[in-house]
């Protein structure tokens, strides 16, 4: 009789995958390390994934985005403070983004794969928390223009590269590490940062040697409020040209900088971080750079945060083909279980191949950064190819994010889980660093302002595809298309052939680096004129193929 208030047994019901390695389980990366001669790195990366993957790690993760951050605008006696207050699992992983070298190492030091090594540790805390990589992102990206200016890099370096995680409200004189935030869109304009109102009106009060300004004005986007500094866009007051400022929390005199913050935003997810509207009234801050040139400055931080958005696509995409895998692997549907069913299978093998080409992408674009002083090549590919790789894995991420919660079910699409929190993370990405059609126009500017970028491109393109007459046949059809059609009217083309740019370039990674029937299923699916259907699982594989490209997923 005690039983008879129980309806039913839970049964067919699984947790998302916890307790397992993110890195030594991904076979895309460890292939990359031994095929580069990485090996060094194995170690670090190794304990890495596997403190990410411990259900605590992923429980944090969780917890930091049910119990977002909250502002207190006001002490209790009524002082201005513009605190922001997190939950302890932010911290958390602030602190190993910090630890880890994330952020420093690529400046650290000149060793071969030190890019590559961040932006696989990018790739691996991304898929538990990605809201904390917003900061570590700017700030890594703010390192080589602050670097350009001697004497503030000279008061900043140590405080920048530290693997210390200082959380403490500060003047940066006092603390051990510091975190740079940027603050560029604004109300009326959005991307158009030229149509940008806020005034810097020049001073010089504190003999602190630098050039001293006054800004003036509202941002609408302040990412992460409370990093001790930002780099702003406005508009000088004396000869109405833009111009990059460094503004930091706290002055130099250790007074509170006049920087208020309004509100901060409530978003579709990115819901662990910060983001806020704020008025400058009289911030202090000083000249990054030179006048007039605040765009060409901004935007050079831009290409490393782009980067990075391509990490964090990338990483969206690894979780969510890893936890649909793995939820196939034992859910039973109508006699089966779900890796078993047919249809299934397909969609299974296409998030595959969107993770494979998605993380060979990114590690190829990071060693384009690494080698970008020493090769123009690398250089061709970092400023026209990271824009491609930005419109197009980052858009890829949402529909694969949105097709791995559906193997779910009703069970993704419940906030507790980490699928609707990868759903809802993956748009920002997207966004963020200039939408979509931002980025092909990016691609188009690249190719107008120095032709030989592409020219560049397809060489290596071609030597990549050497011996793979159809490969090599598709390259020469995307340059014999751009040739026909760059004319007045190419701006409309501008995603056509940006997603075929991208395309061509990832076939031709997975024709280097990938066994030969996964490069052979991307290409007839994705280039090829066999192509099947447009979303993803239309496309079919012979069954061998398919279980080669499933067995990829999770490493054992």
Not at 471 to 497: G, T, V
Not at 520 to 532: C, G, M, P, V
């Amino acid at each position: 009789m005690t039983d008879l208030w129980k309806t039913h047994k839970v049964t067919n019901q699984f947790d998302e995958l916890t307790d397992y390695n993110l890195f030594t389980t991904d076979t895309v990366m460890n292939e990359y390390i031994t095929q580069h001669h990485l090996g060094e790195y194995i170690s670090e990366l190794t304990e890495t994934g596997k403190t990410l993957g411990t259900q605590d790690s992923f429980e944090k993760g969780i917890r930091c985005n049910l119990y977002p951050p909250t502002l207190r605008a006001f002490d209790r006696r009524g002082n201005r403070i513009d605190q922001v207050d997190f939950h302890p699992d932010w911290h958390h992983f602030m602190s190993e983004a910090k630890k880890s070298g994330l952020i420093s190492y690529p400046y650290e030091n000149t060793k071969k794969g030190r890019w590559v090594f961040a932006a696989m540790n990018f790739i691996l805390q991304s898929q538990v928390e990605p809201g904390a990589l917003c900061p570590a992102t700017m700030t890594q990206a703010s390192i080589p223009l602050i670097q350009k200016e001697d004497k503030l890099w000279k008061q900043l370096s140590d405080k920048l590269l530290s693997r210390e995680y200082d959380e403490r409200d500060l003047p940066i004189s006092e603390k051990t590490s510091i975190w740079i935030g940027m603050g560029m869109t604004e109300k009326q304009g959005g991307s158009d940062v030229r149509s940008n109102t806020t005034i810097a009106k020049r001073i010089n009060t504190l003999d602190t040697g630098f050039q001293e300004y006054l800004l003036t004005g509202h941002k609408w986007f302040f990412s992460a409020p409370m990093c001790d500094a930002h780099l702003v866009v406005a508009r000088i007051e004396d000869n109405d040209q833009l111009a990059c400022f460094y503004v930091p929390r706290w002055k130099p005199n250790n007074e509170k900088n006049p920087i208020e913050i309004q509100r901060l935003k409530e978003k579709v997810g990115n819901n662990s971080n910060s983001s806020s509207e704020v008025e400058f009234k009289n911030a202090w801050g000083i000249l990054i750079g030179e006048e007039g040139r605040g765009i060409p400055t901004i935007i050079e931080m831009a290409t490393f945060t782009r980067l990075n958005c391509v990490l964090g696509a990338t990483a969206i995409i690894r979780q969510a083909t890893t936890q649909a895998y793995n939820y196939a692997l034992h859910r039973m549907v109508f006699g089966k279980k779900l890796i078993e069913q047919p249809l299934m299978r397909s969609v299974l093998t296409e998030l595959a191949l969107e993770n494979e080409s998605a993380t060979l992408t990114s590690l190829f674009l990071a060693d384009c950064f690494e080698n970008s002083e020493v090769s123009e090549t690398s250089k061709a590919f970092r400023r026209t190819i990271t824009p491609a790789a930005k419109y197009w894995i980052c858009k890829k991420s949402i529909e694969v994010s949105a097709e791995a919660m559906e193997v779910f079910g009703g069970n993704g699409y419940v906030n507790d889980g980490i699928m609707a929190r990868l759903f809802k993370e993956a748009p920002v990405n997207s966004i963020w660093e200039g939408s979509g059609n931002v980025m092909c126009l990016d691609v188009l500017r690249s190719i107008k302002k120095d032709p030989n970028d592409l020219k560049l491109v397809f060489k290596y393109l071609k030597e990549l595809a050497k011996d793979n007459n159809s490969l090599i046949q598709c390259i020469d059809n995307l340059e014999q298309w751009l040739r026909d059609n760059f004319d007045s009217n190419f701006e409309a083309r501008a995603r056509f052939f940006t997603e075929q740019l991208i395309l061509t370039v990832q076939a031709c990674l997975m024709y280097k680096h990938s066994p030969k029937a996964v490069f052979e299923a991307f290409f007839t699916s994705r280039l090829n004129s066999t192509k099947q259907g447009h979303f993803i699982g239309s496309n079919t594989f012979d069954p061998i193929t398919t279980e080669a490209i499933l067995n990829r997923i999770i490493h054992s």
